[in-house]
């Protein structure tokens, strides 16, 4: 049985490389970079699922230093919400320019309900990581 659209919605803070200069300027404090409500009412209880992709570019502090950057995805509007997505990545120390971190995976599950909302959090080991662009996210509810 083929899935069933039910809603896809985009969350794109910067479309180009190197277009915003945002510091991140709480070490372990989670910084929100996109957010998104999909309608998923239409889905089959217990086979709705949304799917979504993503994409960061971040830059070392000026004084590089290994830096571990995680980003969580919740359903919900804060990291009050359900974790659904996890991931961590060192940036490379020798590499001064933009470094991206892609992601892509799914929450499985999903409430039928309108208005379900997917959030998702950026946070640095290090004082003066700077998000740098681009910034975009995707999200696809899908139903069997």
């Given at each position: 049985m083929a899935a069933r659209f039910l809603d896809s919605?985009?969350?794109q803070n910067a479309s180009?490389?190197?277009?915003?200069?945002?510091?991140?300027?709480v070490i372990g404090t989670p910084q929100l970079v996109a957010q998104q409500t999909l309608d998923l009412s239409a889905g089959t209880a217990g086979l709705?699922?949304?799917e979504f992709t993503g994409i960061i570019a971040l830059q070392l502090p000026l004084l590089p230093a290994v830096t571990n950057i995680t980003l969580d995805v919740y359903r919900?509007?804060?990291?009050?919400?359900?974790?659904?997505?996890?991931?961590a990545e060192n940036l490379n120390i020798n590499l001064l320019g933009p470094?991206?971190?892609t992601i892509a995976g799914?929450?499985?599950?999903?409430?039928?309900?309108?208005?379900?909302?997917?959030?998702?959090?950026?946070?640095?080991?290090?004082?003066?990581t700077v998000r740098v662009g681009p910034e975009s996210y995707n999200f696809?509810?899908?139903s069997d």
């Open positions: 919605k985009t969350s180009y490389a190197n277009s915003i200069a945002i510091p991140i300027t709705t699922r949304v919900g509007l804060t990291t009050g919400g359900v974790l659904v997505f996890s991931a470094q991206l971190i799914s929450d499985f599950n999903a409430p039928n309900t309108a208005g379900v909302a997917y959030s998702v959090f950026v946070t640095a080991s290090v004082l003066g696809t509810g899908v």
